[in-house]
């Protein structure tokens, strides 16, 4: 999951400074509740521990802009450069990504130092009346931090869905529910036609979601609300995960070596299913989105329902316009949850889930990744993933639109993934 900067006219130091304070804030309390051993531990390869996200999202403006624009910065500590940089290859070597959990030093009190350290470095840069450009790079600093902001808690969550305790990162109490359509899902016709597509409006944008071209849709109908539980244990009873005919031939082979029976963190105790959540082990909510599923799984259920995913200028289109409410990292929930029967029109486009689109994570017509070490943010990891769209229940508000594009391996399922069904007119 990751973009770069176009700026198609700058942020004023004023509002990216405030940007910039809410933001390490919102970071800095996510990794309060945390322990050292939580903070450092190392779940799989694809996860990283709570403290490197905590780190790197820091050294990533300490080397991209203090150490470019701060003539007087003094670097907290030369060694962060090797055990902080993800996956900048013109930036140097740095600890393997499969080893970041072997990073116990240093500890999380030293790695708060480091942010306070950062913090105060970059808050007096803004105030100096910096170029346009550096402020840019400020912004885009903030918004790669939202990003691992989601990833700390999808890393958090598959981490302590390892411990036999199942703990909870948030107060496990029941959250207050209202009421919730458990009809079948409604489908919304759309013309298509020639559409716009790709962003091309005020403040910041990931590089990746430009530049705005036309693309050509066949009428098609959207579904109004995600996929269910309740849908998915009905794949599942009708024998979802063992009809080879229901899956592309990549998926059919991950279900084999994988063994995968159930969407992930499932678990069946006493005739029922329980998940793991952020708020420890729950019983899975029938009406609330499916979640922690698979690329190849999202395309089985759409072929066992007789439909098909929709494309991500499907999805774009019927989103424009849209307000951009939902149920996101703010309302703390950090579940999903279930479409309500009060709400008219096509519902959940944003938040609860992101949605898995049949879109392979292309370029679109003219796109440039920028020059320099940050082009290295999103156009190189154009091969081999598939487009998700809307935003989750852990992403942070503010930090998704109608063009936000992310993107993951198809047999990824720690993240809050679920889908939509479409179908051709
Ligand atoms: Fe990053």
């Given at each position: 999951m990751h973009g770069s900067l176009t700026a198609p006219q700058a942020s004023s130091s004023i509002d990216v400074l405030d940007l910039f304070r809410s933001v390490r804030t919102a970071s800095r309390a996510l990794g309060r509740p945390l322990s050292d051993a939580d903070a450092t531990v190392q779940s799989m390869p694809d996860a990283s521990p709570a403290k490197w996200h905590l780190a790197h999202t820091t050294w990533f403006f300490e080397t991209m802009v203090l150490g470019q624009h701060l003539s007087d910065h003094r670097i907290f500590d030369p060694s962060f450069n090797f055990l902080f940089n993800s996956y900048y290859e013109s930036i140097g070597e740095r600890q393997p990504r499969p080893k970041r959990g072997m990073i116990t030093r240093p500890s999380l009190d030293e790695i708060f130092d480091y942010r306070a350290h950062v913090d105060a470095a970059v808050e007096r840069l803004l105030m100096s009346d910096p170029a346009p450009e550096v402020i840019t790079l400020i912004e885009l600093g903030c918004h790669h931090e939202q990003q691992h902001q989601e990833l700390l808690l999808t890393d958090i969550l598959h981490l302590f869905a390892q411990s036999p305790l199942r703990p909870a990162y948030r107060d496990p109490s029941p959250v207050a529910v209202s009421a919730v359509d458990q009809g079948p899902a409604g489908f919304s016709a759309l013309e298509g036609g020639i559409v716009e597509i790709g962003f091309d409006g005020q403040g910041f944008s990931f590089d990746c979601e430009g530049p705005r071209h036309r693309a050509l849709l066949e009428p098609f109908e959207l579904a109004d609300r995600l996929v269910t539980n309740r849908e998915w244990m009905e794949f599942m009873a009708d024998d979802g995960y063992r009809n080879p005919l229901l899956w592309l031939s990549a998926g059919w082979a991950t279900v084999g070596a994988e063994g995968w029976t159930a969407p992930l963190y499932w678990r069946e105790r006493d005739g029922q299913y329980w998940t793991m959540t952020l708020r420890g082990e729950q019983p899975v909510d029938p009406d609330a989105p499916v979640t922690h599923v698979s690329y190849y799984e999202a395309d089985a259920f759409a072929t066992w329902a007789g439909r098909r995913l929709p494309s991500e200028f499907e999805w774009e289109h019927a989103a424009a316009g849209k307000p951009l409410i939902g149920n996101f990292a703010d309302s703390d929930r950090l579940r999903p949850r279930a479409a309500s029967p009060e709400e008219a029109g096509i519902r959940q486009m944003y938040g609860d889930v992101w949605e898995w689109t049949r879109s392979a994570f292309l370029p679109y017509p003219r796109f440039k990744p920028v020059e320099g070490?940050?082009?290295?943010?999103?156009?190189?990891?154009?091969?081999g993933q598939f487009v998700l769209r809307g935003g989750s229940c852990v992403t942070p508000p503010g930090h998704i639109r109608p063009t936000y594009r992310n993107f993951f391996p198809p047999?990824?399922?720690?993240?809050?993934s679920g889908l939509r069904l479409a179908e051709d007119a």
């Open positions: 070490a940050v082009g290295e943010y999103n156009g190189k990891f154009m091969s047999d990824a399922r720690w993240q809050f």
